[in-house]
């Protein structure tokens, strides 16, 4: 009788990998994703090996065709907003100061004074802009867009009630907006 001695087969661990590419803001399901086998030290760190890892959960950036897909690739129910919000595009004038934020920021959004809103001396009790004024309080940052280079001030998709995006967005059109940075996410 002859026997045959293999080795047993390397372990290797389950790693979710996205089947096609995938937009930002896409909630995949199991039709997007398979499980691959990974060697466990060629495995991402935090990456998601089940299905139900990412259940209802949106990309917050895109995934290419075969990219594993992690943890910080996606966002919770929680960073959709409140109940009734609204996802709205913000371009902020500072590009780089809006590339300081990531998915689940929490922002107050000012808009600043415009140049007839500036006071002169003669005659009046203040000198120079008047003072930016506040337009949204607690937005949270859904996502910021990949390819914005060569565009004046940086693109933010913001979570807000829908009087409050209104009011943004009438700001937009005769000021230009920035943030104060109300904390990170827990």
């Known amino acids: 009788m002859l026997v045959t001695l293999r080795p047993a087969p390397p372990p290797t661990v389950p790693v979710l990998v996205a089947v096609r590419d995938l937009d930002t803001g896409a909630v995949p399901g199991p039709q997007d994703v398979r499980v691959a086998r990974y060697p466990p030290g060629n495995a991402p760190q935090h990456v998601l090996r089940r ?7 949106a990309l917050a950036a895109a995934v290419r065709r075969g990219e594993p897909i992690t943890d910080v690739r996606l966002v919770g129910p929680q960073l959709r907003g409140e109940p009734g919000g609204v996802a709205l ?43 930016a004024r506040v337009v949204a309080r607690g937005a949270t940052v859904l996502a910021r867009p990949a390819d914005e280079q060569g565009r004046d001030g940086g693109l933010l998709i913001l979570s807000v009630p829908p009087d409050v995006a209104a009011a943004i967005a009438g700001a937009a059109t005769t000021s230009p907006l920035t943030y104060t940075l109300r904390g990170a996410p827990k």
Request: negative net charge; proline residues 10%; without cysteine.
């Open 51 to 57: 299905h139900t890892d990412m259940q209802g959960r």
């Open 89 to 131: 595009p913000v371009r902020f004038a500072d590009a780089d100061a809006a590339r300081l934020l990531r998915p689940g920021d929490r922002v107050d959004v000012l808009a600043g004074p415009v140049a007839d809103e500036v006071s002169s001396a003669v005659g009046g009790t203040r000198v120079g802009p008047a003072p």
